[in-house]
């Protein structure tokens, strides 16, 4: 298996700009978690999914964040519009009726 | 407000020696804990849990220890090596019916094995 797979790894743009993380979970599992790693805070969960639904978006900043989940198989989470304070390194995060979720590597945005 | 902390932001051991990560919850709720590994570059990787009806976990050289009266618990490493040296993070969770609830995590510990 290939683990969770998120694109694009590194994204850098320019503030205003809309910005899309995609995100495969390994085949399978039923649940899918967005988080956000900053040095001040540490690793925030944003949204998780379970079965495709949206279970807890309580930690998503603001408006200017959205994630959906339109199949099993593939996520995404969108800024817009984007701002420097955005810049993070965000992951995606997959399980199957577990806690201990898989990791994939990341996508380190930078918004200028 | 940071309901899982952990107050080292670094640390380094020398190889051999035992490694002590620390972490401090304030949400009395939790009752599960997991400690993660995390390289440069990568995404963290699960390492050890405990549920808060066990007050230790060991697995190989890796033992988490928890103190729920004092809401603490740590990461004991023996021996380190420098393939630990990563940055370490704690998290917690509180159980539900559902099987898959989310976690909360602390800040992280850089822990830096010195040859």
């Known amino acids: 298996d290939a683990g969770v797979i998120q694109s694009p790894r590194h994204e850098v743009t320019e503030m205003g700009q809309e910005v899309t993380l995609r995100c495969k979970p390994i085949s399978g599992h039923n649940s899918l978690f967005w988080y956000r790693q900053t040095m001040m805070r540490g690793l925030e969960l944003l949204i998780y999914f379970n079965n495709n639904v949206p279970i807890d978006d309580s930690g998503m900043p603001e408006d200017r964040f959205s994630a959906k989940m339109p199949n099993a198989s593939f996520s995404t989470l969108k800024i817009q519009p984007s701002e420097p304070r955005d810049s993070a390194v965000y992951f995606c995060a997959s399980s199957y009726n577990t806690r201990d979720g898989y990791f994939g590597p990341g996508t380190r945005l930078t918004v200028l | 407000d940071q309901q899982v902390k952990q107050n080292s932001p670094s640390l380094s051991v020398q190889e051999g020696r035992i490694s002590i990560l620390n972490c401090d919850y304030t949400?009395?709720?939790?009752?599960?804990f997991l400690w993660y590994k995390k390289y440069p570059a990568e995404g963290p990787t699960f390492l050890i849990s405990?549920?808060?009806?066990?007050d230790k976990n060991e697995d190989g050289r890796f033992t988490v220890f928890l103190n729920k009266s004092a809401k603490h618990l740590s990461l004991h490493i023996v021996p380190s090596q420098p393939g630990d040296s990563a940055v370490y993070f704690c998290?917690?969770?509180?159980?539900?019916?559902?099987?898959?609830?989310?976690?909360?995590f602390g800040t992280g510990t850089r822990l830096t094995i010195i040859p």
């Open positions: 405990i549920s808060s009806i066990k």
């Open positions: 949400n009395s709720m939790f009752d599960y």
């Open positions: 998290a917690a969770s509180v159980s539900t019916n559902f099987g898959n609830e989310k976690l909360t």
